[in-house]
């Protein structure tokens, strides 16, 4: 199947994996696996991606679906030649949902229709009748790939179900919650753990969901992390694509996160490239941001080298006409300080410059500190400028003022400029 159709057929933050036979896990006996599922099977490479199923009314602006119509929308999709095309080809698929598949934009656990919502979504998926996937509120699941030091876990979070902001916010909810930390319990974490969110998880990108967004849940997840090595994170929801990196200060190594949204619009399906641009690169922007963003519609891609000594693994975001960001690193990397990697000593990372696009990720994303510092001091500029100009434009005028040579009425206007730099400063 071609890129340019992959690109119409991926459903929610979906993961796309080699595997194809997922039995229970049986949870008792000496080679128990903490996961939901399991298979034995090694597989190299995922591909996942972000799409929407709610109403959408406007640009940037969506009403929950009626459940009727979001059962017509993931029909749609579902019984498409070219989805089932896809399907046939024996790759599994795996899901787990965001607010535009929730069926409410932005919406947490007060959905009304969130437990009829679930069973349209994870019919879409296939999910068995028996699956215990059906007996949970949310959709979070762990799958179990690989065995040995070939082995991926992928743990993916359902950040909706159980949403709630405010003063006493949180993520995941109490039942969750308890089911994350036995699945970051494992006494044999796998060679590779991949945790998926729907919201971005590092990221500190203004006015979007995100779990810095709530920081108790934020500072949990973390310190749950700190207990697996090499754990990468994957996201979506924001309608661009881009690397983020949080130092090892937290966790004891880089923690990296791959955000792919999405298969089907992005932020310049609303509005021109040059404002999408302009809006990331001067009001949403991420201290932890440590690549050029992506407005191309895209999609993410891990594979992992398992023959490679030392074992590496390749994070990419690609799209129509291949990869706009891609990066190598070595799982030893991923290690805390002070333990013996799996594989042979780590070489750090492996740059790749592809389709010309600059690569710059520090392997303890040092580069965050110039970055925030390099934007603080810019805006502080800009506001200075704006005030100045409001001040000497239209304040004094209206007040009856004129600016003249510095003279003893210069000294009080010179006062009330100081003024206003002490309110800016305070604020």
């Not at 919502?117 to 509120?137: C, H, K, T, V």
Request: aromatic share 10%.
């Amino acid at each position: 199947m071609s890129k340019r159709k992959l690109l119409r057929v991926i459903v929610s933050l979906l993961i796309i994996a080699s595997a194809r036979y997922f039995p229970l896990v049986n949870s008792s006996g000496e080679d128990s696996i903490v996961a939901d599922f399991y298979d034995e099977t090694t597989i190299n490479r995922i591909a996942f991606g972000t799409v929407y199923a709610d109403t959408k009314v406007a640009p940037l602006l969506w009403t929950p679906s009626p459940l009727n119509e979001m059962v017509e929308k993931f029909n749609y999709l579902k019984f498409s030649s070219e989805y089932q095309e896809f399907l046939r080809s024996g790759i599994k698929v795996l899901g787990v949902w965001d607010d535009h598949d929730y069926g409410m934009n932005n919406g947490g656990k007060h959905y009304k229709d969130r437990l009829q919502a679930q069973g349209i979504y994870l019919d879409f998926l296939d999910e068995p009748a028996e699956s215990i996937r059906r007996r949970r509120e949310g959709t979070y699941v762990s799958y179990s790939f690989g065995t040995g030091n070939k082995s991926i876990k992928l743990i993916l979070l359902d950040t909706r179900s159980h949403l709630k902001w405010g003063p006493e916010c949180d993520i995941l909810g109490a039942e969750q919650w308890s089911w994350l930390e036995t699945q970051l319990s494992d006494p044999n974490p796998a060679g590779l753990t991949i945790i998926g969110s729907g919201i971005q998880v590092i990221s500190d990108v203004p006015y979007t969901d995100r779990w810095t967004g709530c920081p108790s849940s934020y500072d949990r997840l973390i310190w749950l992390v700190q207990r697996n090595p090499r754990v990468i994170l994957i996201s979506g929801d924001v309608h661009f694509g881009e690397f983020s990196c949080l130092n090892s200060t937290s966790t004891g190594y880089p923690l990296y996160e791959v955000t792919s949204s999405g298969l089907t619009a992005t932020c310049v399906s609303w509005m021109s490239k040059a404002t999408c641009r302009w809006l990331l690169e001067n009001v949403l922007t991420s201290s932890k941001r440590t690549h050029p963003f992506i407005t191309e519609l895209n999609y993410g891609l891990i594979t992992v080298h398992w023959n490679d000594q030392p074992i590496s693994v390749t994070v990419e975001v690609r799209g129509e006409t291949g990869s706009y960001l891609k990066q190598t690193v070595s799982l030893g990397h991923l290690e805390r300080l002070g333990l013996e990697p799996r594989s042979a000593k780590s070489k750090g990372l492996k740059l790749d410059s592809s389709r010309g696009i600059k690569h710059f990720l520090s392997p303890t994303c040092d580069n965050q500190v110039r970055n925030i510092l390099f934007f603080t001091i810019i805006l502080f500029r800009l506001i200075i400028f704006i005030l100045k100009i409001l001040l000497t434009k239209i304040v004094l005028p209206l007040l009856g003022i004129t600016l003249q040579a510095p003279s003893s009425s210069g000294s009080s206007l010179q006062h009330t400029k100081h003024k206003n730099n002490k309110i800016l400063k305070a604020e």
